[in-house]
């Protein structure tokens, strides 16, 4: 019936849902036929997976960039590092200072090449000095002779390549010296020449083009020779300090090649100063030269000026035009001539005079010149001899030097020779001694040596019999122990038998099952039996066991509640039958009663039964109530007391319930005789 | 036990049934054929049937009681 009303309900139910259903369909339909809400979502996604493309790229566009912000997402991000790696290919690494720095090396490298060659030597032996504490002296020896070497080497070049560049300077300057010497002659020469020849007016303009050309050259000689001997000069200054920096070396084999250096740039330096020397002379001649010109061509000047105020009309070559000339012009002319004439005679008159006065001062500036020039000359010549002199001298010092050092050298050799054999007197002096000390230790040792052996071998052997005693009484205690113990564990495993059958008959009170007797104690029963021969207590109980229960085997408590439920309401249907209350009569009777009358379905029954107890109906609560609590035995006894029909209904049951109470009294005695029997073999620790 | 008593019941009332069945039929036999169709034949025969099983029924559940005694005369 239920499960029809539920389908009933179940159809309702589809019924009304189904009709929902399609009302909401045409709902959706209504709304589906719309374009905002679709159009809307499709917005929606679409904008949104613009946003997230957008921010993917920028991300990855700026890790490519930054390396720091694409480091900091690779951690933060977990699987970025595949992304960006898939996009950028593997992170490159740190590489933004230390390039740097690197080309900066290359850099300074690359310019100082040439610096630090002469830097080298300055730095190398600090650095040669600083680690001496810690390497070994043959090192240190290798590394200054090959630091020597390589300042040699340095020194050598360097020298050589200075002394190579300066040669090359000071001819250069000697050459260009010479050639400008060369200008300024030929140069004056045509001065001379233009000054004093009569030569026709053609061929002057050409001398005197001739003239410029000749100035302009010897302008460009004279400059080119003074680059060159600032150049020289400069060479040479360099050579000098080159000079001076080898010497400033410590090195030896560097000295021969200094002096012979230091002689090549004292030469070189004479041979430009006498150039120089020479240039200047021809500069003062052709200074003499050019005054006289330029004296002469005032003069000539002057004339022109004057007869050009006189007569203004005449040209400058006033020697063809003799017929031109008026009689005034000529008697101005002539008066003029006189004047001039006059004023030159009178000129001469007191050149004369002062010819002397002239002379002398004259002679005394040239006196006064040429003192300069003796004192420069003495001076130049002073240092050149110097300079020679202390070459010289260095050379003497330097060839007394490897003497000296070559005498030190044997006398050393000598004293080493001198030293080792003496060494080697001592050492073998010394080895004999040693020698006699040690054996005589040896010997004191292995005396010691040997009376402890002996000892030690005697205390070995006396423990050795202590011990063997001792092991031996040892042995014998174990023995006697092992005996013990055996025969207490005899007892032990016996009275685990016993325990142990005991349990299983336990066991086979609890296979009882609803309604199923448990199996037949009989097997148990002789196992128990079996392992209590010597026990009479435990035989009588084993053999006190109801036969029923062996054959048959008992009932469970529960099932017998069940059943007694069951019988409960029977008894109470025939509570009124007995031997004389037996009709059918009695029976309608008993079982009106039983309808009609109502009692606790379990009441504690008192501690004394009283005759109004023992009514069934009371007496069969009592029994309900002590069964429910679980005193099966009280129940019984309750039970016990029923008459009449009532007793013959629950005969049966009250049979199986004394059965079962037997059979469990009985297993609990052999168990708690069992637990006795344990206890008392069980070895107190 | 508690089964016998059920079992008696289903014996009895089997019992019952079936005697005042017969007791009817033969009382309707006895009505139709000797007694003009009168009633009392019917329920003479369905009382006794029904007297006869609730006779047996009550010796039925009477029985553990009964005590078929002798009487022993003193001599």
């Not at chain 1, 929902?20 to 679409?46: D, F, I, M, P, W």
């Not at chain 1, 002057?204 to 400059?223: F, I, M």
């Not at chain 1, 009170?509 to 209590?532: F, H, M, W, Y």
């Not at chain 1, 084993?542 to 007694?564: I, T």
Request: include cysteine; proline fraction near 3%; aromatic fraction near 4%.
């Amino acid at each position: 019936m239920l499960r029809a009303c539920l389908r009933g309900a179940n159809a309702t139910a589809r019924n009304n849902f189904g009709k929902t259903r399609l009302t909401n369909l045409q709902h959706c339909r209504h709304y589906t036929a719309g374009e905002t809400s679709g159009g809307g979502a499709a917005k929606v996604v679409a904008a949104g997976l613009v946003t997230v493309g957008g921010g993917i790229g920028g991300t990855i566009l700026y890790a490519k960039w930054d390396n720091k912000f694409r480091a900091a997402v690779e951690n933060n991000v977990p699987y970025s590092d595949w992304l960006l790696g898939l996009a950028l290919g593997p992170p490159s690494p740190k590489s933004g200072l230390p390039i740097k720095k690197q080309e900066y090396k290359d850099c300074h490298e690359h310019q100082d090449t040439s610096v630090t060659a002469a830097v080298h030597p300055d730095t190398e032996s600090p650095t040669a000095t600083e680690p001496l504490k810690e390497r070994p002296v043959e090192e240190v020896a290798a590394i200054l002779a090959q630091q020597d070497q390589e300042e040699q080497d340095i020194a050598t070049c360097s020298l050589e390549e200075s002394l190579t560049s300066s040669a090359k300077a000071t001819l250069q300057a000697i050459g260009a010296q010479e050639a400008a010497l060369q200008a300024i002659t030929r140069h004056t020469l045509k001065l001379k020449e233009a000054m004093e020849a009569e030569v026709p007016p053609q061929e002057k303009s050409a001398q005197w083009k001739d003239l410029e050309a000749a100035l302009a050259d010897r302008t460009g000689a004279v400059n080119d020779a003074e680059t060159a001997l600032s150049k020289a000069n400069e060479a040479l200054d360099s050579l000098k300090s080159v000079i001076d920096k080898s010497k400033g070396l410590k090195v030896s084999a560097v000295r021969p090649l200094v002096l012979a250096a230091e002689e090549n740039l004292h030469n070189m330096v004479v041979d430009l100063d006498k150039v120089v020397t020479k240039v200047h002379s021809a500069e003062s001649e052709a200074k003499i030269v050019s005054q006289y010109s330029e004296l002469v061509n005032e003069a000539k000047q002057q004339f022109q000026r004057e007869v050009s105020s006189l007569t203004p009309e005449i040209q400058a070559n006033w020697k063809g035009l003799t017929g031109k000339l008026s009689s005034d012009d000529l008697n101005a002319l002539i008066a003029h001539a006189h004047r001039r004439i006059d004023q030159l005679n009178r000129e001469l008159a007191e050149q004369r005079v002062r010819e002397q006065i002239h002379i002398d001062a004259a002679l005394e500036q040239q006196k006064l010149e040429d003192q300069k020039a003796l004192e420069k000359a003495v001076s130049t010549a002073l240092q050149h001899i110097k300079e020679e002199a202390r070459l010289e001298q260095e050379r003497k010092l330097s060839e007394l030097r490897e003497v000296m050092e070559a005498e030190m050298r044997t006398q050393l050799r000598r004293q080493a020779a001198a030293h080792t054999d003496h060494v080697r007197d001592v050492l073998k002096v010394q080895e004999q001694e040693l020698r006699v000390d040690a054996e005589q230790v040896l010997s004191s040792k292995m005396l010691e040596q040997e009376t402890r052996y002996r000892q030690l071998s005697q205390e070995q052997l006396d423990n050795f019999t202590l011990d063997m005693n001792t092991a031996y009484a040892r042995l014998k205690g174990m023995e006697e122990a092992i005996d013990s113990h055996v025969v207490a564990e005899e007892e032990a495993r016996k009275a685990h038998q016993l325990w142990l059958s005991v349990e299983a008959l336990n066991y086979t009170l609890k296979t009882a099952n609803a309604d199923i007797p448990t199996v037949p104690l009989e097997g148990a029963a002789q196992a128990v039996r079996d392992s209590c021969h010597d026990s009479d207590f435990a035989l009588a109980l084993s053999s006190a066991l109801p036969e029923e229960s062996l054959h048959r085997g008992v009932y469970s408590e529960a099932s017998l509640r069940a059943r007694f439920n069951s019988l409960r309401s029977l008894a109470r249907r025939v509570a009124l039958i007995d031997e004389s209350h037996n009709s059918l009569y009695q029976y309608f009777l008993s079982y009106l009663q039983a309808a009609l009358l109502f009692e606790e379905k379990q009441e504690a029954p008192p501690a004394q039964l009283c005759s109004e107890d023992l009514d069934p109906f009371k007496l069969l609560s009592y029994a309900s109530y002590c069964l429910e609590h679980g005193d099966l035995e009280l129940a019984a006894k309750l039970v016990n007391q029923l008459r009449g029909e009532a007793r013959r209904v629950v005969e049966d049951w009250l049979t199986e319930a004394r059965l079962t109470l037997e059979t469990r009294q009985v297993v609990s005695l052999l168990s708690a005789y069992a637990n006795a029997v344990g206890l008392g073999t069980t070895q107190a620790p | 036990m508690a089964d016998e008593h059920g079992r008696k019941w289903d014996r009895c009332l089997a019992d019952t049934a079936v005697k005042t069945v017969t007791g009817l039929g033969v009382g309707i036999m006895f009505s139709v054929l000797f007694f003009k169709r009168r009633t009392w034949p019917v329920s003479l025969g369905s009382g006794l049937g029904l007297g006869m099983g609730y006779a047996n029924c009550q010796h039925d559940f009477r029985s553990p009681y009964l005590i078929h005694g002798r009487v022993v005369k003193d001599q």
